[in-house]
């Protein structure tokens, strides 16, 4: 039977075979010319092809698609047997080479088979249709060769054999890189400050996606009642850029200009995108002192007084490092204190600490005054973030009105006829001023003559009337404490016996007269 392969093919299969074993060559010059062949990409690096040199096999190779190594993309050696047996199964290979500077990404192998010659199995497994084995090598990269093992069996006696043809797909892959970048905000601050404090706030800006975000702008309206150091209403800042994955930090300071709980939020848009922050509380509070201060509103002089002050927090945030401060005024004389009080530069000062809301602190002082007067003096609270506070006390001191009535009589006893002097003095033994202080003598009936009457007081000399039994001296309109007037009457003794020589003082504040009985012997 004529065979299926033409006759220039089964030329060309001879030629080959008997090149493979140095049977016959080609004179290039007796060839024909082939087509001229598109230019091909840049040769890879030299000493690539052939790989295979020698062996158990015979090999033959070629360059497609122009048959030169220098100006072709793929590389095929195949290696057959020197000779096999019809009837028994043989091994031979086909070794496929990418002969280019660029991957190939498609490299197809086809043997077109004799007829008599049949392929058993290959490795990798190939395609088989009507005669022709088909192998696709994918990915192939520059000077990377694959091998294919073909076990086959030739039916016949006489020379058969395969004819090889390689083809190959370039691409030209050139990729964008494709990102998404993403925005994120988040906030942070204080739950709670007192009202003196700033206000810190955090605010991190996160890309979390992928790909640059340039003029990310954030923006954060405050809260009626907060501003920035400048009087600003709002907080505003720009970020050039934020690279994927990449968060950038800010912080801003704000000041309370009330008390009260403020929320908001911020927000960062950039390139289309927006994002929100959480939402953010802060409370702002503040303390609040009261004082009050207690104490008795009139005392005597030389007697102490004790106030008692007490300092409250009446506010809703805590009054730090609480100082109270008590100056003695002039006049006064500071005693003592409780609650570690310390008396120096004229004050007394206690450090109360922290006061919590609604918390209070008692502390006394004791003072006193040597002379008429007022002590009078206003105690004052301190404590950070805290207005002043202050309360007022007074006490009058007074003097305690003291009437002192002392006297004698000389000589005691005395003859009828003779003069006998009685000396009276009126004395202010207490602490405050004696008025209008009235000083009656008094003679007794029958016995008694009066002769003459004088005295001595603060005031001048002043002298004594008879009227009737009673003596009359003028009143003493001041009499201070511890000042006294002397008065001496003298009288004659007319009666015998035991005479009683009675006098009374009195003021406008001793109003019960004082009485002083002298009991003098008259004898005949």
Not at 247 to 267: H, K, L
Request: charged content about 15%; proline content about 7%; some cysteine.
């Amino acid at each position: 039977m004529a065979s299926p392969l033409s006759l220039w093919k089964k030329t060309v299969l001879l030629m080959a075979l008997l090149a493979m074993v140095g049977m016959v060559g080609c004179n290039c010059a007796t060839c024909q010319e082939p087509a001229p062949a598109p230019a091909p990409p840049p040769p890879p690096p030299a000493d690539c092809w052939p790989t295979q040199v020698e062996g158990a096999l015979t090999w033959c190779q070629m360059a497609f698609p122009t048959g030169d190594e220098a100006t072709s993309a793929v590389g095929v050696e195949k290696g057959l047997p020197r000779e096999v047996r019809a009837g028994i199964p043989f091994d031979y290979q086909l070794v496929v080479t990418n002969l280019a500077s660029v991957p190939l990404e498609e490299v197809t192998v086809t043997e077109e088979l004799e007829p008599g010659l049949t392929i058993n199995r290959a490795e990798p497994a190939a395609s088989v249709s009507d005669g022709v084995a088909t192998w696709v090598l994918r990915g192939l990269q520059p000077c990377e060769s694959r091998t294919i093992n073909i076990n086959a069996t030739a039916a016949r006696e006489g020379m058969v054999g395969t004819c090889t043809e390689a083809t190959y797909r370039f691409m030209l892959c050139c990729g964008v890189p494709v990102v998404q970048p993403g925005l994120a905000i988040t906030k942070a601050g204080p739950a709670e400050v007192l009202r003196c404090d700033p206000i810190e706030y955090q605010f991190v800006v996160t890309n979390t996606g992928s790909g640059e975000l340039n003029n990310v702008r954030v923006t954060d309206p405050l809260p009626a009642g907060l501003a920035t150091a400048d009087g600003q209403r709002a907080i505003n800042f720009t970020i050039d850029s934020l690279d994927g994955g990449e968060s950038r930090q800010f912080n801003a300071t704000v000041m309370a200009e009330r008390t009260g709980r403020f929320v908001n939020t911020a927000t960062a848009a950039a390139e289309g995108l927006t994002a929100t922050s959480n939402e953010v509380a802060t409370v702002v509070r503040a303390p609040m002192l009261q004082v009050e201060k207690t104490g008795r509103t009139s005392q005597f002089l030389g007697r102490e007084t004790t106030y008692t002050i007490t300092v409250t927090n009446t506010g809703d945030g805590v009054a730090r490092d609480t100082v109270l401060v008590d100056p003695v005024p002039a006049g006064a004389r500071f005693i003592s204190a409780t609650a570690g009080g310390q008396y120096a530069g004229g004050a007394v000062r206690w450090n109360l600490g922290n006061l919590q809301p609604d918390d209070s602190r008692q502390v006394t002082v004791t003072m006193t005054r040597e002379s008429v007067g007022t002590i009078r003096n206003e105690a004052t609270a301190n404590a950070y973030c805290a207005a002043a506070a202050a309360d007022v006390a007074q006490t009058v001191y007074e003097g305690i009105p003291g009437l002192l009535l002392e006297g004698n009589d000389d000589p005691d006893p005395i003859e009828l006829g003779s003069t006998v002097t009685y000396t009276l003095i009126v004395t202010n033994q207490g602490t405050a001023d004696l008025t209008n202080v009235q000083l009656t003598p008094h003679m007794e009936e029958g016995t008694m003559e009066f002769v003459s009457a004088r005295g001595a007081t603060p005031a001048g000399a002043v002298t004594g009337q008879a009227r009737g039994l009673d003596i009359v001296f003028p009143a003493i309109d001041r009499l201070a404490p511890q000042a006294h007037a002397t008065y001496q009457i003298v009288i004659r003794a007319t009666g015998a016996g035991q005479v009683s020589f009675r006098a009374e003082a009195q003021s406008n504040e001793i109003t019960r007269p004082l009485v002083k009985v002298e009991t003098t012997n008259f004898y005949e």
